[in-house]
């Protein structure tokens, strides 16, 4: 049973561009959130996908952006990259039956901003 | 807005020692809070989900407790070894879909 799945695991970016980060949830889950870590924190909320639509938003700039497909992997889109957007971006995913259910996390995409 | 803190940022335990790491949150309206072990340069490992309705959850040699009331759960880990060497990290989920996490306490278990 494949858990969580990210591509790429690393990414180097200058500043101005646009990057895309993917993610496969793990079998049997529906719903996806997006995390920002930055070296020595712990993980920001950036936004969960449900049913293909942006069901919640953290305190992120529009410059963020995603998708969800109908087979439930995901897309996080960052444009005018900044230095700052480096960081380790963690995808989790979890199934949406009950208020209690579980996130199981994949090992993430490490974005570089030079 | 919730606040998540993990109080010691950095533990350092002889192998074998047992350990409590400690999470506090100040908003006590919260749907589960969950503690996930994670390795450097990787992602979260979940280690325990605890229920709101719920005093503590078992799984081995790691014990959650969680005291809603007072904004708290400990983490216990029995017997450590030098394989728990990691960074600890608990998250509370409020309302509504968003996961807040604390900073995590980094553990280094010395054999």
């Known amino acids: 049973d494949a858990g969580v799945t990210q591509s790429p695991t690393h990414l180097i970016k200058t500043r101005g561009q646009q990057v895309t980060l993917r993610c496969s949830p793990k079998s049997g889950h529906d719903t996806v959130s997006w995390y920002q870590q930055a070296l020595g924190q712990g993980p920001q909320f950036i936004f969960q996908y449900y049913e293909e639509e942006e069901r919640q938003r953290g305190n992120f700039p529009d410059r963020f952006s995603g998708h969800q497909f109908p087979n439930y992997s995901s897309e996080l889109n960052v444009n005018a990259l900044l230095l700052g957007d480096s960081a380790l971006y963690l995808c989790?995913?979890?199934?949406?039956?009950?208020?209690?259910?579980?996130?199981?996390f994949g090992d993430g995409t490490r974005l570089s901003i030079l | 807005k919730q606040e998540v803190t993990q109080i010691p940022a950095a533990l350092s335990v002889p192998e074998g020692e047992n350990l409590v790491l400690n999470c506090s949150f100040t908003d006590s309206a919260i749907y589960n809070l969950q503690w996930f072990r994670q390795d450097p340069g990787k992602g979260l490992t979940s280690l325990l989900l605890i229920q709101s309705s719920q005093r503590e959850q078992t799984s081995g040699r790691l014990n959650a407790s969680l005291d809603k009331s007072s904004g708290r759960s400990t983490l216990y880990i029995a017997a450590s070894q030098p394989g728990d060497s990691a960074t600890y990290l608990c998250?509370?989920?409020?309302?509504?879909?968003?996961?807040?996490f604390g900073t995590g306490t980094s553990l280094t278990v010395i054999p």
């Open positions: 989790a995913s979890s199934s949406d039956r009950g208020s209690n259910q579980p996130q199981h």
């Open positions: 998250a509370v989920r409020r309302t509504g879909n968003q996961f807040y």
